[in-house]
């Protein structure tokens, strides 16, 4: 069955230092988003991403995130200077067409912790 | 914006009882209502949804209902298994032209099923 992957699992970084989340999204899809959920909290919407740009963002995405899709294959999510709130599961997600007219599915996420 | 609330936070039930998750929503003009299921180390699955037109939708053990004047929505498992045991989200979304539909999530239900 097709999934979405993401790599690393787990990344441990610096304040300050800058991290490539990435994402491989069901071949066929065509939407891509960024959620994140701090522990404890709600899984919360950082972007969406549709014919190579950015379709709609969260006040969350400021400048210090970005997304890119580099080649046919990946997404990936930079955040140039890392923060200590920063420090939560990033999900990854793909779907058909925009969610909700069809299913978003959901990578296992990565959990970033920055110290 | 939107606000989705999910009650309980954790849920623990005797295997073959009925598990209830609610959730409430401040945007009347959301539209789209899913439930997903996180299994530990896992991305969130869906597991149904249900849209506004709709008050109730069934697919085997697991049953949604939607109360669009109370603003509220509910997950019902029956006949619960410990397979069942895992986190459940429920999320509201506004599909509107142009809108990829993104979703607001609750925080989470922790469910427990004892054998």
């Known amino acids: 069955e097709p999934e979405v992957t993401q790599t690393p699992s787990h990344q441990v970084t610096q304040m300050g230092q800058e991290v490539i989340l990435r994402c491989v999204p069901i071949?066929?899809?065509?939407?891509f988003y960024w959620y994140r959920q701090i522990l404890g909290q709600k899984v919360e919407f950082l972007v969406s991403f549709y014919n190579n740009e950015i379709s709609e963002k969260s006040e969350i995405f400021d400048d210090q995130f970005s997304v890119e899709r580099p080649d046919g294959s990946n997404f990936t999510l930079k955040i140039r200077s890392t923060k200590l709130e920063d420090s939560a599961m990033y999900f990854c997600a793909s779907s058909v067409e925009g969610a909700p007219r069809t299913e978003a599915f959901f990578g296992q996420g990565t959990r970033l912790t920055v110290v | 914006g939107e606000n989705v609330e999910q009650h309980p936070s954790t849920l623990s039930v005797q295997e073959g009882d009925s598990a209830v998750i609610k959730c409430t929503y401040s945007?009347?003009?959301?539209?789209?209502f899913p439930w997903y299921k996180q299994e530990l180390g896992k991305g969130p699955q869906l597991i149904i949804d249900i849209r506004s037109n709709v008050g109730e939708k069934k697919d085997q053990r697991i049953a949604v209902t939607l109360n669009k004047t109370a603003k509220h929505f509910s997950l019902h498992i029956t006949e619960t298994q410990p397979e069942d045991s895992a986190v459940y989200f429920c999320?509201?979304?506004?599909?509107?032209?142009?809108?990829?539909?993104?979703?607001?999530f609750g925080k989470g239900t922790k469910l427990s099923v004892k054998p």
């Open positions: 999320a509201a979304s506004l599909n509107y032209g142009g809108s990829q539909g993104n979703l607001i």
């Open positions: 071949s066929n899809h065509l939407y």
């Open positions: 945007d009347s003009a959301s539209n789209y």
